[in-house]
Nanobody
């Protein structure tokens, strides 16, 4: 099993920056990819960014150019740098890991962007 812990959420003014970190424990080998998702009440959970085991990085359309994801080679951590934040970025952000056809989710961390 994999356990994920997110940190770094908080309150920030529009235009500001914030960084999030995801740390994994347990079965940390054979990770297919690690990702950040976010969810706002009334909306579907959406992909923010992800890194695959092959090193491919993908971003959601709404954050491309503003957010940057990075991680270690084993995909045991994922760091998300968020710049030029907008009120619509307000959401609970979740770390996600895919390992051996199994999905793992963190508890989530709240990010609030005020105007």
């Amino acid at each position: 099993q994999v356990k994920l812990v997110e940190s770094g959420g908080g309150l920030v003014q529009a235009g500001g920056s914030l960084s999030l970190n995801c740390s994994s424990s347990g079965s940390t080998g054979s990770i297919d990819y690690i990702a950040w998702y976010r969810q706002t009440p009334g909306k579907q959970r959406e992909l923010v960014a992800r890194i695959s085991s092959s090193g491919i990085i993908e971003y959601g359309n709404s954050v491309r150019g503003r957010f940057t994801i990075s991680g270690d080679s084993a995909l045991n951590t994922a760091y998300l740098q968020m710049n030029s934040l907008k009120p619509e970025d307000t959401a609970v952000y979740y770390c996600y890991v895919r390992r051996l056809w199994t999905n793992y989710w963190g508890q989530g961390t709240q990010v609030t962007v005020s105007s």
